[in-house]
């Protein structure tokens, strides 16, 4: 049996301030840029101003989101209090060993009607291995499944995952 946890390191659970503080940034300097412009005079600067004031306004919702979200998700799982569901997949589809390739990568699956997804190069919190980058989850596999479900980014994060290979029939691909 395969397990990934992190109920046993909690303190790996946190947003990656980096990335999204890379977004702040850019979008502060690229309005600074405008604010630049507009004072020497260029037409159309005003509207380039918007977009990336939009633009900063969306980056930093979206470190926010994640900041308070990773600490729902380490509260939850530091009392215990995460769903779980487990048996045989219901459904399943291996992602890519490289997001840069066809359909982005993402690898999808379903068990007792919970669906999971996620993505080799993704920067979230949780599991998010796919099987042909080493990932645990097969399309035999059983598994038992601790998660946190996102619902503004409408997904499962996965906090705990037991998965037994070759122990259920082949479940069916969600493509075909």
Known sequence: MDVFDLAKNPDQIGPDYLFHLIFVVLGLGGSGFMLYL?????KGAWF???????ITAGACWAMLHEIRH?????AQVLSGRFASVEGCLD?????????SEADAG???WSVAGQRFDYAADEIRLGYHATEPAGGMVHADSWVRVGYVRDDVLARNDIVR???????CPVAPDFAR
């Open 38 to 42: 507009i004072r020497s005079g260029r």
């Open 161 to 167: 995952l037991e998965v037994t290979r070759h122990a």
């Open 106 to 108: 993402v690898e999808q």
């Open 70 to 74: 990773a600490g729902m998700v380490k």
């Open 48 to 54: 380039y101003l918007l977009l990336t004031v939009a």
């Open 91 to 99: 459904q399943f589809h291996p992602g890519l060993a490289s997001s």
